[in-house]
């Protein structure tokens, strides 16, 4: 891209959420596999995509003779952060389905210790739970998607937080 001339963002976006998507694998892949995957740690992950939309749209803002809009901004947000989310979800999802399944298999036992020990819900309730527990476990689709979804809605509040305090305001 040369300075001065239309800049998009889907070359930033792609740059910045195929970085952080590969790297937020990485991160929490080493995490469990290191045994230290406390939910602080994993929270860790907004912490990176909160850094990486600052950077797509400051790298854009720098690219653009230093004016960036509230739209171009939010739009390259999300967009950073879908791209990131997609890899991430997908890669976590080929992960746990086909490397090691044990995280799920663990989290599976937990949740239907907990539903079997909640005193307000009848046997039907917990029995239809956990069943839908076990398939959306188990989907390749349902979990991607759900890991897809989730930083896609963080990266929702993000980008509307970074493009309102990186606006160019004439």
């Known amino acids: 891209m040369l300075k001065g001339t239309y800049v998009s963002t889907k070359p930033i976006a792609l740059k910045y959420g195929g970085v952080l998507g590969l790297g937020l694998f990485g991160y929490t892949t080493a995490l469990l596999m290191l045994g230290i995957a406390s939910p602080s740690a994993m929270m860790a992950i907004y912490l990176f995509l909160s850094v990486a939309i600052i950077f797509a ?43 090691d399944d044990s995280v799920v298999q663990q989290g599976i036992q937990d949740m239907t210790t907990l539903l079997n020990s909640a005193p307000d819900m009848t046997a039907e309730e917990v029995e239809q739970s956990i069943e839908m527990l076990n398939w959306a476990a188990n989907s390749f689709l349902a979990q991607a998607s759900m890991q897809t979804l989730d930083i896609c809605f963080m990266g929702l509040f993000f980008s509307f937080t970074t493009a309102f305090f990186f606006r160019t305001v004439r």
């Open 57 to 99: 749209v400051r790298d854009y803002r720098n690219w653009n003779n230093g004016v960036v809009t509230f739209q171009k901004g939010f739009t390259l947000g999300l967009l950073t952060s879908l791209i990131a989310g997609v890899i991430y979800g997908l890669l976590r999802a080929f992960y746990f389905k086909f490397i």
